[in-house]
């Protein structure tokens, strides 16, 4: 089983940045690929960035430019940087495997507003 705990979430204003990380149990992390979702208020959870074992990355469109994806391996830790945040960017975020398979952990909020 693996379970997820994400962090660094919190409020900022349009143009911000924010960096979330998410620390996953489990001895074999590195095989996974590894994303990162998002639930907005009245929306289906959509996956907005991807990270595979080996490091290769693909984001959502509405993201891409702004967002990156990085791992640590060693620390079993997936992090999102990201930057020009825009009010649409508001929701909870959370990490899982890619695709997802385990139970979701209880996500981080982002809150971008003036």
């Known amino acids: 089983q693996v379970q997820f705990v994400e962090s660094g979430g919190g409020l900022v204003q349009p143009g911000g940045s924010l960096r979330l990380s998410c620390a996953a149990s489990g001895r074999i992390f590195s095989i996974y690929a590894m994303g990162w979702y998002r639930q907005a208020p009245g929306k289906q959870r959509e996956v907005v960035a991807i990270?595979?074992?080996?490091?290769?990355?693909n984001y959502a469109d509405s993201v891409k430019g702004r967002f990156t994806i990085s791992r640590d391996n060693a620390k079993n830790t997936v992090y999102l940087q990201m930057n020009s945040l825009k009010p649409e960017d508001t929701a909870v975020y959370y990490c899982?495997?890619?695709?997802?398979?385990?139970?979701w952990g209880q996500g981080t909020q982002v809150t971008v507003s003036s």
């Open positions: 990270i595979g074992s080996t490091g290769i990355t």
């Open positions: 899982s495997t890619h695709p997802s398979t385990y139970s």
